[in-house]
């Protein structure tokens, strides 16, 4: 079983910062890619930025480029989202991702956390 903890939500006016922070712990036997999505009422969960373990390959929302930065620790299968210049269209909930795909292909499903709230006033 995966736990992820989740943290560094709340509120910031627009303009301001805030930093996310997810602690992967458990079974998370080939950890390949950590992420962050971002859902608001009525609307599908989107991508917000995803990192690979190896390599450390990122993807980012148009949307976040230039002002959310996603990092890792491997050592504490961990990963962070640093968001800067936040405006209040970013309000959402923050769910953390885990994927893991073993390299011989076998893959365990993924995993989310229980989401956190980031709400920018204007």
């Known amino acids: 079983q995966v736990q992820l903890v989740e943290s560094g939500g709340g509120l910031v006016q627009a303009g301001g910062s805030l930093r996310l922070s997810c602690a992967a712990s458990g079974d998370i036997r080939c950890l390949s890619a950590m992420g962050w999505y971002r859902q608001t009422p009525g609307k599908e969960r989107e991508l917000v930025a995803a990192?690979?373990?190896?390599?450390?390959?990122?993807d980012y929302a148009d949307s976040v480029k230039g002002r959310l930065t996603i990092s890792r620790d491997n050592a504490k299968s961990t990963v962070y989202l640093q968001m800067n210049s936040l405006q209040p269209s970013d309000t959402a909930v923050y769910y953390c991702?885990?994927?893991?795909?073993?390299?011989?292909?076998?893959?365990?499903?993924?995993?989310w956390g229980q989401g956190t709230l980031v709400t920018v006033s204007s």
């Open positions: 991702n885990i994927k893991r795909v073993c390299p011989a292909g076998y893959w365990y499903p993924e995993v």
């Open positions: 990192t690979t373990t190896a390599g450390g390959s990122t």
